[in-house]
């Protein structure tokens, strides 16, 4: 969406005046099967956001819906798929993604400064 910015005399600070780049990147959000459900742009070191949850700064300020629905995952023979864990029928916030290659779910204290991409989990299934 940006490409590579550069701000020209930005203060640093300690009053310094310098040049500075600032690197976009995205977050993606993708379904079990590699579908894209989400697209978040950033620019800096920026906490993500957890579009399944109904935390306030996970909601679209503009329509106060889910930044994307619920993921879901069909069921099959065997399981009904239910995404993330849920404690008292509430979504555990994170439970319903886990980062590509690393399979670990993101917790608060996580800040994407590059390219980051979740996959929907399912941790749950049920006859």
């Known amino acids: ?67 994307i629905p619920i993921p879901t995952k069909p069921e099959d023979e065997q399981y009904k798929y239910i995404f993330g864990t849920y404690e008292d029928g509430e979504y555990v916030r994170y439970s319903g993604w886990v980062k590509q290659y690393t399979e670990t779910n993101p917790v608060d204290d996580d800040y994407p400064q590059g390219n980051t991409v979740f996959i929907a989990y399912y941790p749950t299934k049920t006859i």
Do not use: K, W
Request: charged share 25%.
């Open 1 to 67: 969406m940006y490409p590579n910015l550069i701000v020209y005399n930005a203060i640093d600070s300690n009053g310094v005046v310098s040049n500075n780049i600032i690197t976009e990147y995205t977050i993606e959000y993708r379904n079990y099967d590699g579908t894209l459900l989400y697209t978040d742009y950033r620019t800096g070191r920026e906490h993500f956001i957890d579009p399944a949850s109904l935390n306030e700064l996970d909601i679209d300020p503009i329509t106060n819906d889910r930044r």
